[in-house]
């Protein structure tokens, strides 16, 4: 769902990338599409059912070419690898913002749009009152902040000014 991300992170080229996959699911809409996923078959005689199996269930959109077009435009000229590029830097922007925090600790290296964090256990509801992100291990104050390809500067900024506010101030439990 986020190749893009891991393209633009890794940076090997998409085939080098998916040697050796047989299919996988293209994520439009995390790289920046309206709506529109897209099922790829790279292993040759695999997917020709496929297209009775979409309709029979109830995934075969009306007016697809709507959705065509914006793979096309995503595609066309490496977009989804520069919208990949723009949320890897926001998630970067947000480990470097957070990692002095007092109470907050980066748990894992970034690698693309995620940064996982350990945060006190009482900060989880109210930090999640302000915006929307899953808590990986509750117990634990595990959480995944996820970076999108419009994420903005500015976005980064007012949610660490909200852990700020919210006083992440006692240190993660080591879980």
């Known amino acids: 769902a ?20 047989d299919a996988l699911s293209f994520g439009g809409t995390k790289q920046g599409m309206l709506g529109g996923e897209a099922v790829v078959f790279l292993k040759p005689g695999l997917g020709p059912d496929y297209p009775y199996h979409q309709k029979h269930a109830m995934q075969l959109a009306s007016k697809m070419r709507f959705t065509a077009a914006q793979f ?39 690698e693309a749009n995620a940064v996982f964090a350990r945060i006190p256990v009482p900060m989880l509801a109210p930090l999640q ?22 994420s903005l ?3 980064v900024a007012s949610f660490v000014a909200a852990i700020r506010r919210l006083g992440a101030t006692r240190p993660a439990s080591a879980g």
Request: aromatic fraction near 10%; charged fraction near 25%.
């Open 129 to 150: 009152a302000e915006t929307f992100f899953w808590p990986w291990d509750e117990r634990a104050g595990l959480v995944r902040w996820m970076c999108a390809w419009d």
């Open 2 to 21: 986020r190749l893009g991300c891991a393209v633009a992170s890794t940076g090997v080229s998409a085939c080098e990338m998916l040697a050796g996959v």
């Open 72 to 110: 096309e435009a995503l595609l066309e000229e490496g977009l989804w690898i520069e919208n990949g590029r723009r949320a890897n830097a926001a998630a970067k922007a947000l480990e470097a913002a957070v990692k002095d925090l007092p109470g907050v600790r980066v748990a894992f290296p970034v």
């Open 153 to 155: 500067p500015e976005d």
